[in-house]
């Protein structure tokens, strides 16, 4: 079977459940903070990485061999879940325009989380040394990306925003 399957939930989440819940959430998705020095490097990484990650999986299989299948599927859609809550949360944020509902009181980058368990079990499901390549670099310039986003919303949210990073952790 195609890997490329693997990827479908993806792009009907990012874009046809967030579209479908919130329009503007979804030019909110797009946008990325504006950066400084080696972010920007790290952006072309993360996007690159991103794109590979995407377009590489047309070339592989899914490998069904148990156990390690099963585990990996399971982490798939622990992924996919945590994308799914991601994505409805982040589409109604407070009014302030900080996210601060459901799973964004456990983390301040679920979608970031949910993208890492996502792919990282794409990598297990096709046993693909290149694709954990990609995603190790996808992970490492998306901190960067991160930390761009973190100064944008105390330059925009002040103290509130602050206060939020106190309370709640970046990552889990």
Known sequence: MNAFLLIIPLFLIRFGLLKMINKDSLRRAAFFAPLEGKE???????????AFMILYSVFL???????????ALF??????????????????PEQSGINTNGIYKISRNPMYIGYFIY???CVMLT???LLLIS???????A?????????WCINKFGAEYINYMNKV???I
Do not use: D
């Open 119 to 121: 792919f990282a079990s």
């Open 135 to 141: 995603l190790l670099v996808f992970q490492i310039s």
């Open 127 to 129: 046993h693909s040394m």
């Open 40 to 50: 920007k490097v790290a952006y072309l990484f993360y996007q690159f990485s991103n």
């Open 61 to 71: 299989k899914i490998q069904t061999k148990p156990p390690l299948f099963l585990i």
């Open 169 to 171: 952790k970046r990552y």
């Open 143 to 151: 901190h960067w990306i991160i930390l761009s986003e973190e100064r």
């Open 75 to 92: 982490i798939y859609v622990l992924g996919v879940s945590v994308l799914i809550i991601a994505t409805v949360n982040f589409a109604k």
